[in-house]
């Protein structure tokens, strides 16, 4: 290694002797700058942002994202979503599990590090913890000391944001269900129903305690997701890698020493002491890292200092690092392609049924028992036992026709039905068919149904006409 160049040494004592996570106590990493950190501020932002903010839009004279349990209803802007679609909730679902399994294969555990809810918190309650007690170095130190009234103020500012945070965490997730200006009346008024109150104190809970406290070790031991990543990940997959051959054999470099014969890494712990799960890099690619990119900012510094190039941690994959050259096909690979045309696929099913979502639905069930029946009027008659549900937002009035045989007929000719908004309704349709008209054993027939007032509220069901033929 060429160290001929090199003029300035890093040196700092905080973290020169740091002992990597072993579950024990917590972990105050230390606030770094750089592209990756710049990368979680956005991602950050993008998140935390419009979970706060959407429940205070509105749309058509109600909140525009609201999950109407009671009412059994999802608004989602301009669209509702009724229990009998719940085949997109399906496909979301799935699509959320897809999408993490495509970012998996490409780049490891990259979801945990910047966008799962418990980093994106986690984030916002260290960044709180340094607002109030202080950088790394100093919270160590706190902890450590005994206590006294500049210990309890710092802690009671702590826990005061802290509470906010959550608080605010838990309304704000309320709001989703019972309406924010509903979820806020009833927190001053502290008139929440039962239902509410477990939801309030649980996420509360959930978050000062996971967010605030447990931190690194949900996702060192608690997170089950930790554990089956390794089935979507190979040795193509990118993840944050120490390159070993460039920082081998490390050592510390006292100032004005120039170490011709050691690797990159001068030993300074700065890649530990910015982990936010508290591990050590260099020991290999481990279960515990969350592919944060925040030791590759805290490495890259440090090379600027002692001028060297960039890169000493990164991400690689294991075939990389074998290798010694970086790979172009981390995305381009038969796992990730497979996963993301699944992802592509799930992704037109929502859009198409959230596009084509019907406002009305229809379920037709033909009577077996008889399948026909031979009337003294010289007709064939056959009984459907109808659902009827009208999905829009407002009583609307139907009618209800059928075609396809010549002289088809129905008791419902001339009527309407009024359904109210949400109301599914039971129907017996009775529809006759002159013997004369009917060639074959079974004829497709057409049921629809249309609402009286607006002709753009309509649906088709085919179904068949049951006779003994000619
Ligand atoms: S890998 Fe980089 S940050 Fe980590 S100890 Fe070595 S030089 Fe320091
Ligand atoms: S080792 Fe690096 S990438 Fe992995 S969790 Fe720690 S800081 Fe993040």
Known sequence: MDTQQSKHIYEHTDYLNLEVNSGGSVIHARQTSGRFRNIKWLIMSALLIPFFALPYFSWSERQAILFDIPARKFYLFDIVVWPQDL??????????????????????????????????????????????????????????????????????????????????????????????????????????????????????????????????????????YARIQAVMTDEDTLTTTYDYRRGEERGRLQRGEIAADKGDCIDCNMCVSVCPTGIDIREGQQLGCINCGLCIDACDDIMDKIERPHGLIRFMSLNDLESKEDAKHHVLRLRPMLYMA???????????????????????????????????????????????????????????????????????????LLLNSGQAK?????????????????????????????????????????????
């Not at 027939?445 to 609402?451: A, D, F, G, V």
């Open 426 to 470: 039971k129907v017996d349709l009775r529809i006759k068919v002159p013997q004369k008209n009917l060639n074959a054993a079974t004829m497709p027939i057409m049921l629809n149904l249309q609402s009286t007032t607006n002709t753009e509220i309509h649906k088709s069901y085919k179904s068949m006409f049951f006779s003994p033929g000619k």
């Open 342 to 416: 699944v992802t592509l696929l799930t992704f037109i099913g929502i859009a198409y049924n959230l596009l084509f979502i019907s406002p009305i639905d229809m379920n037709v069930n033909h009577e077996r028992s008889p399948t026909y029946t031979i009337m003294s009027d010289r007709t064939v008659q056959n009984m459907y036992h109808l659902i009827l549900m009208n999905k829009t937002e407002q009583a609307a009035h139907f009618k209800l026709s059928v075609s396809g045989i010549d002289g088809i007929r129905t008791n419902l000719d001339g009527k309407t």
């Open 87 to 224: 085949i997109i909730l399906a496909l979301l679902m799935l699509f959320c599990f897809i999408l993490l399994f495509t970012m998996t294969a490409i780049a490891g555990r990259i979801f945990c590090g910047n966008i799962c809810p418990q980093s994106v918190w986690t984030d916002l309650m260290t960044f709180a913890e340094h607002l109030a007690e202080g950088k790394a170095s100093e919270r160590i130190k706190l902890d450590k000391m005994p206590w006294n009234a500049t210990k309890i103020r710092k802690k009671l500012i702590k826990h005061s944001m802290w509470t906010f945070i959550c608080l605010l965490t838990a309304i704000t997730f309320l709001g989703y269900f019972s309406g924010i200006f509903n979820a806020w009346a009833s927190l001053l008024s502290l008139s929440f129903n039962i239902y509410e109150w477990v939801t309030i104190v649980s996420v509360f809970s959930l978050f000062y305690i996971n967010t605030g406290f447990v931190r690194e070790q949900v996702c060192n031991w608690i997170c089950p």
